[in-house]
């Protein structure tokens, strides 16, 4: 009994700590986000754009069976303000009709393109270019995973920035001009990340999202209000630490140099975008080198969720796998003061409450339902526990949807905010335990060195937009 009693003690040691690391994150978020704001009050984005003419981006789109939603996406990107881009998509294999929908669209042509890096990816068999739109590339290669497809990309791009995204997603017309904004200010950014947003339930014509509200179906809310907490409280806050390891696969920016100068994306890891940001913190301070990694709250990404419990399973799984193989990979930079707060305190807290979480928290369950059972749990414990586990999870969601309702303020409609705050309420009851399973699975993957990504099944904007407004 005393041995689970001291468990139970560490139990609440453990959340109470996690708990102060979120009020604190929340806290400065909160601030951060004020003064941010405020701040883009006297932005005018029309001069931003003209003014980022000598500073250009090559768009890099690796697509995997992405034929629902890739031509949406394209012409997107299309859309976009900025004044010298380049959209490169890398065709990674694709098995269905991707190449195909993509040549019909956009009236493709193969043409001769001279390399401008080296690094090792699979065969590319050929180069497209656009008659429509010239900045618009295709290239066709064969299947090596998301990390190989961003690099055979890198090998054929010419801007001086390179943003990587999610073939399934959607930028807002001036996201590029956002995200280009730190490279403009600072020269030494050298990787910028921006938020992403959940697309299930918004009305998409063309390639941009004209309607902006909640989805129907419980399973993408949840993640609305995860994105939400992680988006807006976690990583602002981390960012004004000046301990930003995380740049969003789903849409981030890079300067060019740095990049090629680590290698690239790695081939080896199923969390390519974070290794990659590890990997250049690393770098800039083992070499000398006056850096910034920045994450902005503005320039807005639209990514489709999973909406079923499979393919949802399957994402969180490769998330865990993924920070896994980063940490292990990087173990050497913890707790080493010579990689600053990325290495003394961002990558420690990765580790004790991302990595080990999933089995810590189960394990305190397990010991608080035996203790609840052979009747040694005191009142005060259960109340402790549950506070710590449970409540204060809500309290921090709610913290988040405030957050987004005093910024950015998306939900305009009175009734998505009180559906946001309804789902803060239940999500502590079920889903969390049920992602907490999903994690595990992960790590337990990331110990059997299991490097398989999972195929995502999509269904397409407009057709996902509609099943919302009009669920069968």
Request: proline content about 3%; overall charge positive.
């Amino acid at each position: 009994m005393s041995a689970l009693m001291l468990f139970n003690g560490f139990i609440i040691v453990y959340f109470a700590i996690l708990n102060v690391f979120y009020l604190v994150l929340s806290v400065i978020a909160f601030r951060s986000l004020r003064t941010y704001v405020l701040g883009l009050r006297s932005l005018h984005i029309d001069d931003l754009v003209s003014s980022s003419g000598g500073l250009p981006i090559s768009l890099l789109v690796p697509a995997f069976n992405e034929a629902e939603t890739i031509v949406d996406s394209i012409r997107s990107l299309l859309t976009l303000r900025y004044a010298d881009h380049e959209i490169i998509v890398v065709n990674d294999g694709s098995s269905d009709a991707t190449l195909v929908r993509l040549i019909a669209a956009f009236d493709l042509r193969r043409i001769e393109r001279v390399p401008t890096s080296s690094i090792a990816t699979r065969g590319v068999r050929h180069v497209y270019r656009s008659r429509r739109h010239p900045n618009l590339l295709v290239v066709d290669k064969e299947n090596g995973g998301k990390a190989d497809a961003l690099n055979a990309g890198l090998n054929y791009s010419r801007g001086a920035i390179v943003s990587a995204m999610d073939a399934d997603t959607l930028l807002e017309p001036d996201a590029l001009a956002r995200v280009a904004r730190p490279f403009l200010e600072d020269s030494s950014t050298v990787a910028v990340g921006g938020i992403v947003r959940i697309s299930n339930g918004c009305r998409v014509d063309a390639g941009s999202v004209e309607d902006i509200r909640l989805p129907n179906r419980m399973l993408p809310r949840f993640q609305v209000l995860e994105y939400l907490r992680a988006f807006l409280a976690s990583r602002v806050g981390w960012n004004a630490l000046g301990a930003t390891l995380i740049i969003s696969g789903a849409f981030g920016a890079f300067r060019r140099s740095i990049v090629d100068a680590v290698g690239g994306f790695d081939t080896r890891s199923v969390g390519e975008d974070m290794e990659l940001v590890v990997r250049m913190h690393r770098y800039c301070r083992d070499q000398g080198i006056d850096y910034r990694i920045t994450f902005i709250p503005d320039p807005v990404a639209w990514t489709e969720a999973p909406e079923t419990l499979s393919q949802l399973s399957l994402q969180r799984n490769r998330w865990q796998r993924g920070l896994a193989q980063v940490i292990a990979r990087h173990h050497g930079m913890i707790g080493r003061q010579r990689y600053g707060l990325p290495g003394v305190v961002a990558l420690p807290y990765f580790v004790a409450f991302e990595l080990l979480g999933p089995v810590i928290e189960l394990l305190g369950w397990v010991a608080f339902v035996l203790s609840v059972a052979l009747g040694v749990a005191s009142m005060q414990y259960i109340a402790l526990f549950l506070a710590l586990a449970v409540f204060l999870g809500s309290a921090f969601s709610i913290a988040a949807v405030a957050l987004e309702e005093l910024s950015f303020r998306r939900y305009r409609r009175f009734s998505d905010l009180i559906a946001l705050l309804g789902v803060a309420l239940v999500e502590s009851f079920g889903y969390r335990q049920l992602s907490t399973v999903w994690r595990l699975r992960g790590l337990a993957g990331a110990v059997r060195r299991d490097k398989t990504w999972g195929e995502m099944e999509r269904s397409g904007f407009e057709r996902a937009a509609a099943e919302a407004v009009h669920p069968s």
